[in-house]
């Protein structure tokens, strides 16, 4: 049978059921969407009535047989994988249950050091003996973008007994790089690989847009479809493609992780995004890449900025505003904010936009909060730079006690010039974008110290970090 990519078999499946304004004797405890209180109402009214739980017609996330399975293989067929997985636990739980289905305790995964903080959280769980390959530091772009094809090959080489290689890619700022040459070097030692394509949901786009990892021949790929497709926030895909890595494996820690009662509004959403990208028209996406390179040209006129360039390795639909130096990027920031204009991301030099899939409209409000951010910036003061091209000087590099140890340790917050030379019991992650400066489990350099009392200075933020106590550093004892 032909699947017809219009179709939103569960999304239509859970509609038909509301209207039939069923009687409920089961779970959730809003019957429907019956029992709202006060103001709720205005706001949850239209999509309770979808929330429902695993009714006979509904189907079983954990046991997709009808509709759920339908759905998915809807999914599988348009993002050409051999199977895709509905998440409800974003990318993070795809990222969690790709590595523990890759290893058993003990064994080598290699992963790129720039990696979300939900690998990290995966090399842990599965008590994995990960070997980091640093990512390189692009001048084009002024930050860390990937590691370098040189990098994995000496780790492969190094590491011929590694489970699986993991990337990230394309990085938050959109940015990819020959991936397929990586892919191969891997599959040449059998070694699966990975990957967290969180922000490349919609690379199934094709031209211009670059190619998705699934398509290079990756083996597990794991996309947040509410990144840049229009699903619910945490509603993800994880597909796979691979005689390496065993589906069953991967269904059975997403088994494991993901809740029992998973979201219909989030499942479904899943449903509608895929059909979205499936019938965008080549004259709507005409009409939006020529809205984005409006709103590139207008950020552009912000005084002490430049828009980074677009090329053919670059998701066109990301815009990077590149702070000069001697300008704080969280002054930058205000700027928008206080026109009700909310970048993605921003970092000590960088702030991210993230255009639709969808024409901008508000040109009008985007221009005048850039003539008046103009106004502002000609008075704002100069700020120290931050230098941290040396932060990985390391190219490959392990940690300096297993997971196993280090659960086994006591830890103490130590300031952080006293915390030079001592082992992480945290990892310390500016946020967003939830990647970590200082690894769990890595001994903290004078670098990581300079670079986070910048960062501080800048007021950027950290999780697992509290200003008044300081790092937490292994003590040896419990
Ligand atoms: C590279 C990367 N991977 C994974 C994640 C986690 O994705 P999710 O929010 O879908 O759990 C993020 C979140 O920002 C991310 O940037």
Redesign the pocket.
């Known amino acids: 049978m032909k699947r017809v990519q219009q179709q939103m078999p569960l999304f239509q499946r859970l509609t038909e059921f509301a209207d039939r304004q069923t009687m409920s004797f089961h779970v959730p405890g809003h019957k429907n969407g019956i029992i709202v209180p006060g103001n709720a109402q205005r706001f949850f009214h239209s999509i309770l009535p979808i929330d429902m739980t695993e009714l006979p017609e509904l189907d079983d996330l954990h046991a997709p047989r009808e509709v759920i399975a339908e759905a998915e293989a809807l999914t599988s067929d348009y993002f050409h994988a051999d199977h895709s997985f509905f ?1 409800i ?7 969690l249950a790709m590595v523990l289905a890759a290893c058993s305790p003990g064994e080598k995964i290699i992963i790129q050091r720039n ?2 903080k ?2 990290m959280n995966g090399l842990e769980l599965a008590n994995a003996s990960p070997v980091f390959i640093a990512p390189e530091y692009d001048e084009a772009v002024d930050r860390y973008t990937h590691p370098s094809v040189e990098t994995l090959e000496e780790a492969l080489e190094n590491n011929p007994d590694a489970k699986a290689v993991v990337l ?1 890619y394309p ?2 700022f959109g940015n990819t790089y020959d991936i397929q040459k990586m892919i191969d070097l891997a599959h040449a030692y059998q070694i699966p690989v990975l990957v ?1 394509e ?2 490349g949901v919609h690379f199934s786009l094709g031209d211009p847009f670059p190619a998705s990892a699934l398509d290079l021949g990756a083996d597990v790929v ?1 996309q ?1 479809a ?2 840049m497709a229009p699903a619910m ?2 509603a ?1 895909y994880l597909h796979m493609n691979s005689l390496l890595i065993a589906k069953e494996r991967v269904a059975h820690y997403l088994h494991m992780l993901q809740s029992s009662s998973p979201s219909y509004p989030l499942m479904a959403s899943l449903d509608i995004a895929r059909a979205f990208l499936a019938t965008l028209t080549s004259d709507r996406l005409t009409a939006i890449f020529k809205s984005a390179a409006r709103v590139r040209g207008i950020l552009q006129t912000l005084d002490g900025c430049t828009v980074l360039p677009v090329t053919e390795k670059d998701d066109p639909l990301k815009i990077t505003l590149h702070v000069k130096q001697g300008i704080s990027s969280s002054e930058v920031a205000n700027i928008f904010e206080q026109a009700d204009i909310y970048p993605e991301l921003i970092t000590h030099n960088q702030l991210l936009f993230i255009h639709g899939l969808a024409p901008f409209n508000n040109l009008a409000e985007l221009k005048k909060a850039i003539e008046s951010g103009n106004e502002q910036l000609k008075i704002s003061t100069n700020h120290d730079t931050i230098e941290i091209t040396e932060l990985f000087p390391q190219k490959i590099q392990g940690l300096v006690m297993s997971y196993q140890a280090m659960n086994e340790q006591g830890y103490i917050a130590t300031p952080l010039k006293e915390a030079i030379g001592k082992v992480a019991a945290e990892a310390v992650i500016p946020y ?4 970590p400066l200082i690894l769990k489990g890595e001994k903290i350099n004078i670098a990581h110290i300079l670079v986070m009392e910048q960062f501080i200075q800048q007021g950027i933020t950290f999780q697992n970090y509290d200003i008044d106590k300081g790092i937490n550093v292994y003590t040896g004892v419990r």
Not at 432 to 435: D, L
């Open positions: 998440l636990g974003g990318s993070t739980v795809g990222n990696s979300h939900s690998m990230t990085d938050y967290d969180a922000h794991v947040s509410h990144k926030t945490m993800s967003p974008p939830g990647i």
